[in-house]
């Protein structure tokens, strides 16, 4: 098997909080293949938030390794992990998180405006990739005109405009109804056969059911790590 | 991000809060409406004095000698008043004495005048300055003819009753004629009117126009000033340097003539534009001097403002710092977003102030006599001020945007 995309060793994240010391993460280990698709689980409190701010490069660990297509993340500074954020991790969050003044092709553009792509070629992709998420024809609209399901399609597009090593999902679906979801998680899944590598974090049982992998996290440990090829999706 | 990606973007933030971002810019506004303006008309004053004042009333490369000076320079005590009433008035000796051994090439005339002189054509009456003088005063003066000629040499040296008309005095006297070969009546005298003027202007509101000139040996002369006396000696060189010659040496043989100790002061006065802008020279200096601390005051709270409201703009906009540094924006990124978007803010209040600036100073102009001139040099400084204000009053909030974490950032509100 080749190198791991993601490939996390005793990972440890702890808070200090009004005194008291509180573990968020207790030593994980993890290792996440090229076009694997997971979805980590876990209750409020489990460390999930924790660990997708770790993998997303958001937040550095007490102690452990991460290493991200190769490259150990774990103790990068604040600019090399800005860097890493711009160039290996697409984020699409629960509340899609767009600038709201920006339209959809701006809000896309975003990260190739960061990665110091020229204009005229940064127009061009951001175009290619709210294309191929089916917005072609909402190009110039703002956030407060689309629905929440176009909305997520563009957080997604943004995602993937830099074509990221990984497609991180914080609850993708937690605030959309139940037939936008699936449409959602639809193109998670179209995605994923393309060959793109999903790392999901969500509560909802029957969404995480949608990975080829779940990864439940309890206390800050994992519980459990199960693939569901071959149940009934 | 590029430079001028930061401009654009900051550009689109000040243009969807228009009302927001004027308010805020509103300080830098006025500082540089007032910079403008202030400037504006200070230099179309100098300008004003220089050409009109000075160059008008004395001219270049020209001086007189005087009494005491005609154009005083601000406040005169009233010791010196006395000090000037004692002086001896300068005589026809005196003239000749200098006119013939300063060396340095110039023109010379002796003029007497009366401000006040009542004049009669017909049956108009009205009172004018009355001014005799040397032929080579109209050299001197540089004044241009509308119609007929100058005085001949001869009716100078005769002091023949002829008469050379301001263009007022032709409006007043002659409606609608033409006066050449008419007559004007000085005295009891009549005058042959052999010259028209051409028309000079206003200064300070005054007609410039409102004159007559007579030969100096015309008989008007006893009614304008005492036998012997000269009121101003007039004299022209033929440029700056040979200017400053002329008034030196001419100061030496007044002094002579007049047999002045080394220990004692000129008991006479040689006026010239420079001297007589010595007022004005102080007034634009110290406008000067204060209007930079206006400036600079209107500038600071100027930038104070859009401190507060980049304070407040990176606070609302918290989630949005969040979701540019997750998308791989750095700390200098965001830095220079914030100081860009001030800096652009503070140029856009620059940039309207040039504006309502240069709208002031041209109201002035258009309802005031005061004239008002451009300094190129102004508008660069307030571009610069205006660029300087934003960056100073921008790095502050921008660092505080740079440090945010990206975590607590992203669950804002």
């Not at chain 1, 175009?127 to 176009?150: D, F, I, Y």
């Not at chain 2, 009366?114 to 001014?131: D, Y």
């Not at chain 2, 008469?163 to 004007?184: A, M, Q, S």
């Not at chain 2, 600036?357 to 102009?365: M, P, R, S, T, Y």
Request: charged content about 20%; hydrophobic content about 45%; aromatic content about 6%.
């Amino acid at each position: 098997m080749s190198e791991p995309i993601i490939r996390i060793r005793d990972l440890t994240r702890r808070y200090e909080m009004g005194g008291e010391t509180i573990h968020a993460l207790r030593g994980v280990s993890l290792d996440i293949q090229r076009n694997e698709y997971v979805a980590i689980m876990g209750p409020s409190g489990s460390g999930k938030s924790t660990m997708m701010n770790l993998v997303g490069c958001l937040d550095t660990p007490s102690s452990g390794e991460y290493w991200l297509n190769g490259q150990e993340v774990s103790r990068l500074s604040d600019n090399a992990l800005a860097r890493v954020r711009n160039r290996e991790i697409g984020f699409v969050f629960q509340t899609f998180n767009l600038l709201p003044r920006a339209t959809a092709l701006h809000n896309v553009e975003l990260p190739l405006v960061y990665a110091g792509v020229p204009t005229k070629t940064r127009r061009e992709q951001a175009a290619r990739a709210l294309t191929q998420v089916g917005l072609a024809e909402r190009m110039g609209h703002k956030p407060n005109e689309l629905s929440g399901g176009q909305r997520q399609r563009v957080a997604i597009a943004r995602a993937l405009v830099n074509r990221p090593s990984i497609l991180l999902a914080d609850e993708p679906t937690g605030n959309l109804d139940s037939v936008t979801s699936e449409e959602i998680m639809r193109v998670f899944g179209e995605l994923h056969a393309t060959g793109q590598t999903v790392v999901m974090v969500t509560h909802e049982p029957d969404i995480a059911a949608c990975a080829a992998r779940v990864v439940t996290l309890r206390d800050g440990r994992i519980e459990s790590d199960r693939s569901t090829r071959g149940q009934a999706a | 991000m590029p430079l001028f990606e930061a401009i654009r973007l900051a550009l689109r933030t000040i243009r969807v809060q228009k009302l927001k971002s004027f308010f805020s810019l509103i300080g830098v506004l006025i500082g540089v409406t007032f910079l403008i303006a202030v400037v504006s008309i200070v230099q179309g004053m100098n300008r004003y004095m220089q050409d009109r004042f000075a160059n008008g009333l004395i001219g270049v490369n020209t001086f007189e000698v005087r009494r005491f000076p005609a154009i005083d320079n601000g406040n005169v005590t009233d010791d010196t008043w006395r000090e000037w009433l004692r002086r001896p008035r300068v005589n026809y000796k005196e003239a000749k004495f200098v006119a013939e051994r300063v060396r340095t090439p110039a023109i010379y005339a002796r003029t007497c005048f009366e401000e006040n002189m009542p004049v009669s054509q017909g049956t108009l009456r009205g009172k004018i300055e009355v001014r005799a003088a040397d032929e080579e005063y109209f050299r001197i003066k540089s004044y241009r003819l509308a119609a007929g000629r100058t005085f001949t040499l001869q009716e100078a040296r005769a002091g023949l009753p002829v008469i050379v008309i301001g263009d007022l005095v032709r409006e007043k006297f002659f409606p609608g004629l033409d006066p050449i070969d008419k007559t004007l009546t000085i005295s009891g005298l009549p005058y042959r009117v052999i010259g028209v003027l051409e028309k000079q202007g206003t200064l300070f509101g005054f007609s410039l126009d409102r004159f007559a000139l007579v030969p100096f040996g015309a008989p008007v002369r006893r009614d304008l000033c005492a036998e012997n006396v000269v009121h101003e000696l007039w004299a022209k060189t033929g440029g700056p340097d040979a200017m400053v010659a002329a008034v030196a040496e001419t100061e030496q043989y007044m002094r002579i003539a007049r047999r002045l100790e080394p220990d004692q002061p000129d008991n006479f006065y040689i006026e010239t534009a420079e001297g007589a802008l010595g007022t004005w020279g102080k007034i634009s200096k110290i406008l000067f001097l204060v209007l930079p601390g206006l400036v600079a005051i209107s500038l600071i709270v100027g930038g104070i403002v859009i401190m507060n409201i980049m304070l407040m703009a990176v606070s609302e906009r918290t989630r949005e710092i969040g979701i540019r540094k997750a998308l791989g924006a750095r700390r200098r990124d965001i830095l220079a977003q914030f100081v860009v978007e001030a800096a652009t803010l503070s140029s856009a209040g620059a940039i309207l102030g040039i504006v309502t600036g240069l709208v002031l100073a041209f109201v002035v102009k258009a309802l005031t006599p005061l004239p008002a001139a451009v300094a190129p040099w102004s508008i660069g400084v307030a571009v610069a001020l205006g660029v300087t204000v934003g960056v100073a009053a921008g790095v502050y909030p921008a660092s505080r945007a740079s440090r945010l974490d990206p975590i607590v950032a992203l669950r804002a509100e």
